[in-house]
Structure formats: structure tokens, C-alpha cells
């Protein structure tokens, strides 16, 4: 009898840990999401006011915690010799979450500095609109995590006993 209440909860540990891991990845994405938005709009401002060079400012964009090794990737297939859009499309093809990475990637940084500025806010917007709705869904799909797996870890116990 002792072995299936330790059981039981493991079973229930194992099952609130891994919600509370799934949980804290979505907001993780979600702050990365917020992070690279100001990213994007710092680098615009300093384009458009500092007159500032993309790797100078990609360089600057390095040091932010949950974004900043994207804008090393891209500083480092530059110097490799890529050219902007190749560095910039291979450093976030990884990005979680993956809709933010399609806006990232489809950001052309082509052109005159009024062009590259322009591409540079309409992503920040589309990073943005995404965050909100993440933000909005996040409620609900974690409380449906949490029913779900207790539910089913609580079953699985009572199939224990």
C-alpha cells in the first residue's frame, strides 16, 4: 500500500513538474518575443536618428539576455562572408516560437535606410501583435494543461490503487 501512495505521487510530481516546464517555456518565448520587438525598434531608431551601421547595432543587440545570441549568429555569417539577408534568415531559422521566426525571417534588410527602417517596424508590429495574442491564449491553454494532465495523472492513480 505504501509503495502505491509513493507511486501516486511521484506520479503527480512528475506530472506537475513537467505542466510547470511547459508553462515556463511559453513564457519564456513570449519574453523573448517582447525582447526582440525592442530589439528591432532600438535598431530602427538608430538607423534612422544615430545614423548608426546594421553591425554596429547588431553588435549592441549581442548582450540581450534571451535574444541576443540570434544577433551573434547573424554578426558571425557576416563575417563569414554571408550576405545580410542569408545571415540574417540562417541565424533565426531556429527561433522559438516558430511564427515568430517566419516574421523574422521574412524582414528584408535590403535597400536604402528608409527601406530597412520601414521592414525593421513592420516586424516590430507583427512581433508585437503575436505577443499579445500569446499572451491572451496563454491563460487559457495553461489552465487546460494543468486540468489535463492532473486529470490524467489522478486516473493513472486510481488505476494504481
Not at 518565448?29 to 546594421?54: D, F, H, P, V
Not at 522559438?96 to 535606410?113: H, M, Q, S, V, Y
Not at 492532473?150 to 486510481?158: C, E, H
Request: glycine residues 8%; aromatic residues 4%; contains cysteine.
Amino acid at each position: 500500500m505504501v509503495g502505491k501512495l509513493l507511486g501516486g505521487e511521484l506520479v503527480l510530481l512528475g506530472t506537475a513538474l513537467l505542466c510547470r516546464a511547459e508553462t515556463r517555456t511559453r513564457r519564456q518565448q513570449t519574453e523573448r518575443l517582447a525582447e526582440l520587438s525592442a530589439a528591432l525598434s532600438e535598431m530602427a531608431a538608430g538607423i534612422r536618428s544615430l545614423r548608426r551601421t546594421l553591425p554596429c547595432l547588431l553588435r549592441q543587440q549581442t548582450r540581450r539576455p534571451l535574444c541576443g545570441a540570434y544577433f551573434g549568429a547573424v554578426l558571425e555569417g557576416l563575417e563569414s562572408g554571408q550576405p545580410l539577408p542569408d545571415a540574417w534568415a540562417d541565424a533565426f531559422r531556429q527561433l522559438e516560437p516558430p511564427e515568430a521566426a517566419e516574421i523574422l525571417r521574412d524582414t528584408e534588410l535590403t535597400g536604402d535606410e528608409e527601406r530597412i527602417v520601414s521592414a525593421l517596424t513592420a516586424a516590430v508590429h507583427r512581433l508585437e501583435e503575436l505577443a499579445d495574442r500569446r499572451r491572451r491564449d496563454s491563460r487559457q491553454r495553461e489552465r487546460l494543461l494543468w486540468a489535463a494532465a492532473l486529470s490524467g495523472a489522478g486516473l493513472f492513480i486510481i488505476l494504481l490503487m
